[in-house]
């Protein structure tokens, strides 16, 4: 089976049947259950509520991917911007600071780079370390590419994960932090189908670097 949007709409309907049903049970014989039936309904409840989580993030996935249009020349400015505002309130509440350099026009689909740029920026600042987020745009002019890189102060990622991250799913901090762990697998097909690449360079407790070549030039 080929899945796709439609498809995760058949899939979403039993699990929300089954957090339904698990709740009206609990509802229902509460103050009747044993502890060992309290516990396992929790895990049913915990099970359900994950799988909740993971079709949400491939919903995201989906509509971002299936929404994607030609590339044409936007401004670098703009798209940061836009990304900017959608974190407004989160940036205020974890005390984020977000600089960068002059933005160039790329030539790109303007929905998937501002939700790229979203995205990373939503990751520096929830894996944050003790002080405030403090996030850094710069860009530099290679030959046939310009070469985007998205820093941060946060708690760094040990190299060994520098690569299966990208993965769908992939998560290297489970504990304390929200997410399923779609966020970079996104990036990575938006930067892909944009005939770029994307690497991080990071160690732990030193930040991390995001960096991003998109050619300067659509591809045919």
């Known amino acids: ?18 957090c339904s049903m698990t709740d009206l049970i ?12 309290q516990l396992l309904f929790g895990f ?6 994950r799988l909740q989580n993971l079709l949400a993030g491939l919903r995201t996935y989906f509509a971002v991917m299936e929404t994607g249009g030609p590339p044409r020349r936007c401004s670098g400015e703009d798209l940061l911007r836009g990304a900017l505002a959608s974190l407004e309130l989160r940036a205020k509440e974890a005390g984020a ?14 929905n998937q780079i501002t939700f790229l740029f ?3 920026i939503d990751n520096a600042i929830k894996f944050h370390g003790r002080e405030p987020p403090h996030i ?19 708690i760094g990622i040990d190299p060994r994960h520098h690569e299966s991250i990208f993965g769908v ?9 929200p997410g399923v762990g779609m966020g970079l697998a996104i990036a990575l097909r ?15 407790d030193e930040g991390t670097t995001v960096i991003i070549e998109l050619p300067k030039k659509p591809s045919q």
């Open 1 to 18: 089976m080929c899945l796709n949007s439609e498809s995760l709409h058949d899939l979403s309907s039993p699990i929300n049947q089954l």
């Open 26 to 37: 609990l509802a229902k014989y509460k103050g009747n259950l044993d502890a060992e039936a």
């Open 44 to 49: 049913i409840q915990g099970s359900a509520a």
């Open 97 to 110: 600071v977000v600089t960068h350099a002059p933005l160039p026009e790329l030539d790109c689909d303007p």
């Open 118 to 120: 979203a995205s990373l």
């Open 136 to 154: 850094h745009i710069d860009v530099a002019s290679a030959d046939r590419s310009w070469v985007l890189s998205v820093r941060d102060n946060g």
């Open 169 to 177: 799913f992939k998560r290297v901090y489970k504990d304390g932090f």
């Open 190 to 204: 938006i930067v892909e189908r944009h005939k770029g690449r994307i690497r991080i360079e990071s160690v732990p």
